[in-house]
């Protein structure tokens, strides 16, 4: 039997990193981050390539070269290589997510992905946040969460996660990004972020991280009785 796979997908800035974490964290299961897969392969091509667009053009001929690795430590969050270099504070940006937005709409990357996050299960379980995780993916997981919020509510804790890594940001400005980068993942024709059909949608807009976590921990304790 497989073990259990929780999946949190949601748009950008809605908490699911964090309530993911916290999960994954309480039952002592793998956390995998697919926003970050996303984020490195972009931040790979465009080192390589400044011109992002042709390089999109011609995505095999990056993709074979690159490999990606996950340095896991229980309870904590992975650590992210690329080709042996550490990108995990380096995809961290708003520049860098506008690529991975970018790179996301493309099926060679996804499926290549796709293939290193199925990868990633683990027993004692899983619990996987993103956008396609529930739909796709992972699209027979036990429980699925879908967490929505205001786009508001959301650029305002991008904000501050922002600032507490030291980068620099203004409001406006990550209200239209995170607006942008909504449509691009919302309207794109493979895998585009809505909830899967069986998953339960929790709004977050006025609620803290905290009281969301005990929300999915109490149902996630209702349907898997023998954690
Ligand atoms: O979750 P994030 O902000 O790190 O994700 C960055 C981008 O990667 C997001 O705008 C779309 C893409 N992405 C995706 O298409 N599918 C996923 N499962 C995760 C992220």
Do not use: C, W
Request: charged share 30%; hydrophobic share 40%.
């Amino acid at each position: 039997m497989r073990a259990p796979i929780i999946t949190v997908d949601g748009p950008s800035g809605v908490g699911k990193g964090t309530i993911a974490m916290m999960i994954a964290t309480k039952l002592g299961f793998r956390y995998l981050d697919s926003g970050s897969l996303y984020r490195s392969l972009a931040l790979k091509i465009y080192k390589k390539n400044k011109n992002f667009e042709a390089a999109l053009d011609n995505l095999d001929e990056y993709l074979k070269d690159i490999h990606i690795d996950f340095q896991y430590t229980p309870g904590g969050k992975a650590k992210i290589f690329v080709n042996n270099e550490d990108f995990t504070q380096k995809i961290r940006t708003e520049e860098v997510a506008v690529l991975a937005s970018k790179i996301a709409k493309k099926k060679s990357a996804r499926d290549m992905l796709g293939d290193y996050q199925r990868n990633y299960i683990s027993t004692p379980g899983l619990v996987a946040d993103g956008r396609d995780m529930g739909t796709k993916v992972f699209f027979d997981a036990n429980i699925k969460f879908f967490l929505t919020a205001s786009v508001e509510k959301r650029a305002e804790r991008r904000l501050n996660q922002l600032k507490d890594q030291g980068i620099s940001a203004n409001l406006p400005n990550l209200i239209q990004e995170l607006l942008l980068r909504d449509k691009a993942d919302t309207e794109r024709l493979i895998s585009p972020l809505i909830p899967a059909k069986d998953a339960i949608i929790i709004d977050t807009s006025d609620i803290s991280a905290e009281e969301a976590f005990d929300i999915t921990i109490n149902i996630i304790k209702e349907n898997l009785k023998n954690l």
